[in-house]
């Protein structure tokens, strides 16, 4: 790919060093493949930047270092490989002993350097993905591809409706009490609890001295959510846990110990259990000062736990009235509320009762025609594979978004189907290896090759099903910094019901 410089072809490169056709030291051959595996996130990772539009100059100047990254690392290997092909020819003129065979690699290794060279290409690549980490860049893609993660970091845009349910949120936070209050957002799946959370908390955010913004999720990850919150409360505090590898109760200690006699805003994002609740509500101390917490779920029966030992208070999501989902819907589409053409008036007023109201409906519904032709047989066509109408009342949870779901699936081109449904084997809100299900996707013959190598094309289709958001960017980092995605709950719910 051009947006990736010489990234794939030193992939490539490496890959072909790990082989059978080249002999090296253990030590050197362990150390090319962390190079080819670290490679293969950057190229996925500049890939997508490539493709982006407004990027930050961070951001871009990230892109431009590992792009030249690749370049000066294409030269080493080129020398590398010329020199491991002088030593094989050496090494077929001469008796091929075991003990034979090891004193001539070590002695040739020592002598042009290699061993030392590949150290050092393994130091930049270790300092880049550090840089990459520190800039929060695989979030920033992640953001960019899914909108739900970038209501809740900040990147809403063309909202509709909102003003009157956040002043309302707001009020219910700012009623004058010194004790620890709890805003519960409640509602079905798609209602926009998330966006409305995030614009009440960036709207008086900056009244607190300590704020943060974390998801729970069906599956809580302990570890990971205190890691998140202490890195927005405390950066220092979190480099530290980070070097000493603290555990969950030394997190939890630090946390409390940073926010107790502080003045705090928190927002805890789609909780699904009780027992979720009440082990987060114990990492907050209540200093009696006016700290607040916002709650987003979509079971009732949480939302009154989060609330029933705070003073707090609900506030029930309402879908969109059909004025202003005739807007969001438009501005989607046409980027304006009254320019859709008269041929697609009458169609488009089906397709918006059939939304029922949900904002996130309306919205994939819009981006689904966005990519089609604007004709009526075309959007008659979608149209008819909604089904009867969403209902926040009766999706409380995620039948109405379900039905979303199988229109994203059944918009997808067959090779990218098959593809998909493979992931249903993985345990529902597990993570996934990126580079262990596309090894999966070649080696079960699902990947057709079309142009470069296999590898290559599974990337492609890996890259496509997180465009189309039926894949989620995670960050896991590991010893070996590793990236993993996941396939969101309703997504692996609807590839479950798909295969049985």
């Not at 880049?128 to 845009?157: F, S, T, W």
């Not at 709890?182 to 798609?190: L, N, R, T």
């Not at 927005?232 to 480099?239: E, K, M, V």
């Not at 979509?298 to 969109?320: D, E």
Request: hydrophobic fraction near 40%; charged fraction near 25%.
């Amino acid at each position: 790919m051009v947006g990736t410089g010489a990234l794939g072809s030193v992939i490539v490169k490496l890959a072909t060093l790990l082989g059978d056709g080249y002999t090296m030291l253990k030590s050197v051959r362990k150390d090319v493949a962390f190079l080819e595996r670290e490679l293969r996130t950057m190229q996925i990772l500049v890939s997508m930047l490539a493709g982006m539009e407004g990027l930050d100059k961070l951001a871009m100047g990230c892109m431009g270092s590992m792009r030249d990254l690749g370049h000066d690392m294409e030269e080493c290997i080129d020398r590398f490989m010329l020199r491991l092909d002088e030593n094989d020819m050496e090494m077929e003129a001469a008796p091929t002993f075991p003990r034979s065979t090891a004193r001539r690699l070590k002695t040739m290794f020592a002598r042009h350097g290699v061993g030392a060279q590949i150290k050092k290409l393994k130091a930049r690549v270790v300092e880049e993905g550090d840089r990459r980490r520190r800039l929060n860049l695989d979030n920033y893609v992640q953001m960019m591809i899914d909108p739900r993660l970038a209501a809740l970091h900040g990147v809403a845009k063309d909202l509709v409706a909102i003003d009157g349910p956040r002043n309302e949120v707001i009020s219910l936070l700012t009623e004058e009490s010194v004790d620890l209050k709890v805003v519960a957002i409640v509602g079905g799946a798609g209602l926009g609890k998330t966006t409305l959370a995030m614009e009440a908390y960036r709207k008086i955010g900056r009244h607190f001295q300590c704020r943060a913004s974390v998801s729970v999720s069906r599956t809580l990850d302990r570890d990971k959510l205190l890691k998140e919150l202490l890195s927005q409360i405390d950066q220092a505090a979190f480099h530290d846990c980070q070097s000493e590898r603290w555990d969950k109760d030394q997190l939890i200690r630090q946390i409390r110990h940073i926010l107790t006699g502080k003045r705090y805003f928190l927002v805890i994002d789609d909780v699904w259990k009780e027992q979720d609740w009440k082990f987060v509500k114990g990492v907050f101390p209540d200093s009696h000062n006016g700290s607040r917490i916002i709650v987003t779920t979509r079971i009732s029966n949480v939302a009154k736990s989060t609330c029933s030992n705070s003073g707090g208070q609900l506030y029930q999501m309402l879908p969109l009235n059909y004025i202003d989902s005739r807007r969001l819907f438009f501005r989607r589409i046409f980027h304006s509320d009254n320019s859709c053409p008269p041929q697609l008036e009458k169609i488009s007023a089906r397709i918006l009762r059939k939304c029922g109201g949900l904002p996130l409906a309306i919205i994939t519904i819009a981006k689904l025609l966005s990519n089609k032709h604007q004709t009526p047989d075309e959007w008659e066509r979608l149209q008819g594979s909604i089904g009867t109408g969403l209902s926040y009342k009766s999706d409380n949870h995620g039948n109405g978004m379900g039905h979303i779901s199988l229109l994203g699936y059944w918009d997808l081109p067959h090779h990218l189907k098959t593809s998909l449904l493979y992931l249903c084997i993985y345990p529902e809100g597990g993570y996934i290896s990126c580079e262990e299900v596309k090894w999966k996707w070649i080696l079960e013959g699902f990947i057709a090759k079309k142009q470069g190598n296999l590898y290559q094309e599974a990337e492609s289709y890996f890259n496509e099903l997180v465009n189309r958001s039926m894949i989620q960017l995670v960050d896991v980092d590991d010893d070996n910094f590793e990236r993993y995605c996941q396939v969101h709950e309703m997504v692996h719910d609807l590839l479950i019901s798909l295969s049985d």
